[in-house]
């Protein structure tokens, strides 16, 4: 009787992986846009965004409102878990937006655990988080760093031209609590002293 039900187990276990294995699309290549050197601008990024804890899809307009600048912040896993803070510990005088830089990881996990874990991520914060299952808008500001530890913030201006501001590196582990307040706050406080020079 065990064994049958081990066997039974098995065979459903190597059978699930070969579907998934021989049904799964190539993942995408970090392709970048080469951006050294010149300005993006606002007609650069996708029509439309999928927003983390939201349903359906938001158009650029409405997420990036014409004449007022943004900050558009790029991370990954641990950096995302500080950066989210920005507005907590800083008060910012522009509206920010986060994007969750998750377009290297194999579809089937961006499909099955990514959206979870990102929404339980960003519970409790007030920055908007676009969740780039394709990589376009990763693609479109030519970022090329993978890193769960590094974020890099681009200012959308009033004009609608993206410039690449500020590259920054939060501790491994960050999303698991090896950052204490102050350790947060001194990693943002580069990027937040750059945005105010702008000013």
Known sequence: MFKNI????VLGILGFS???YFTASKPNAMVANDVNGTTLSKEALPQNFELVGTEGLVA???????N???LIVVGNHDSLAVVKELNRFFELKIPVVMVANISSAPWFVKKMFIPGKLEELNQGSTIPMIYDFDGFTVQALGVTNNEK???????LDEKGNINKLFEGKV???ALDGSMNEE???AALLPLV???NSQE
């Not at 081990?6 to 187990?9: A, E, M």
């Not at 530890?149 to 200012?155: D, E, K, S």
């Open 6 to 9: 081990l066997k039974i187990v």
């Open 18 to 20: 070969a579907l998934v």
């Open 60 to 66: 650029k307009e409405e997420l990036f409102k014409d």
């Open 68 to 70: 007022i600048a943004s």
């Open 149 to 155: 530890t590094a974020f890099i913030a681009y200012l």
């Open 171 to 173: 501790k491994e582990g």
């Open 183 to 185: 350790e947060k706050k």
């Open 193 to 195: 002293e750059i945005i």
